[in-house]
């Protein structure tokens, strides 16, 4: 029930992305509207639109601004959106995992794809890097929540695999068949969690100079920054000195 996290190389682009309230609601407002039409509108009977929805919570996004997302998806005119993902690799040789949801294929793929040759990187075909990562169920809570070992205890009766605890937080792991019993167990001893996804999982990490991390973060930065990308997953280590500039920036 240990391990090695990657919370502090994801969250000084995660806090990135909050300071970008429009954006962020944007995208999370897509996926309540695409889970709710891929499922049922009620998030008891549909396990990715109440992930979807306590993500939008963790970002402080009002009830009535999901309720339309949700409401959109029964609606004659809502938007085909089409599930994409794209691997390819960055500086420094850094597998990277990107995950979309879009209403043109190819305007999307396009702009990938010029995003990685921008910075030097280089798309792939589907399966290039993803056999790098594991795909895991990842329910987050603060630090705040317990102790390290109270949260040990907790994930051994959630059923959860691993529990990673920092200064950051608490990361619960989970197999992805086991994600929806794990998440509730945890939801019924500790309350709503600060997201609840499946996630893909570096199974090792490249250590990057300085150098090619500033590129990659501008990579990382332009995918993010996109608004048909959702997310972005990365097998990179990156240096304190490097983390803490770009944290600043």
């Known amino acids: 029930m240990a391990g090695h996290s990657q919370f502090k190389n994801i969250m000084f682009r995660k806090n990135r992305q909050d300071a970008q309230k429009s954006k962020l609601f944007s995208k999370l407002s897509r996926e309540i509207t695409v889970a709710a039409k891929q499922g049922m509108p009620d998030p008891n009977h549909n396990p990715r639109l ?14 009535d601004v999901i309720d339309r997302a949700i409401k959109k998806s029964q609606g004659g005119d809502a938007e085909n959106y089409e599930e994409v993902r794209y691997e390819g690799f960055g500086p420094g040789g850094v597998a990277i995992i990107v995950e979309g949801l879009t209403d043109n294929r190819n305007r999307t793929a396009a702009d990938v794809r010029a995003a990685f040759s921008k910075y030097g990187g280089a798309l792939g075909e589907n399966g290039s890097v993803s056999f790098m990562f594991s795909r895991i169920g990842s329910i987050a809570y603060p630090a705040a929540a317990g102790s390290p070992d109270a949260m040990l205890e ?79 997953y990365a097998n990179y280590e990156m240096s304190e000195a490097l983390m803490e500039k770009l944290s600043a920036a």
Do not use: C, Y
């Not at 109440?50 to 009830?63: D, E, F, H, L």
């Open 154 to 232: 907790t994930a051994i009766e959630a059923g959860a695999d691993e529990v990673i605890s920092g200064e950051e937080g608490h990361e619960f792991l989970s197999r992805v068949e086991d994600f929806a019993a794990v998440r509730d167990a945890l939801e019924a001893k500790l309350g709503a969690a600060q997201s609840a996804k499946i996630v893909w999982r570096p199974s090792n990490t490249v250590q990057v100079s300085d150098a090619a991390g500033e590129t990659l973060s501008k990579l990382l930065d332009t995918l993010d920054d996109h608004d048909d990308i959702q997310n972005v």
């Open 50 to 63: 109440r992930a979807a929805i306590v993500a939008a919570k963790a970002q402080s996004m009002s009830k």
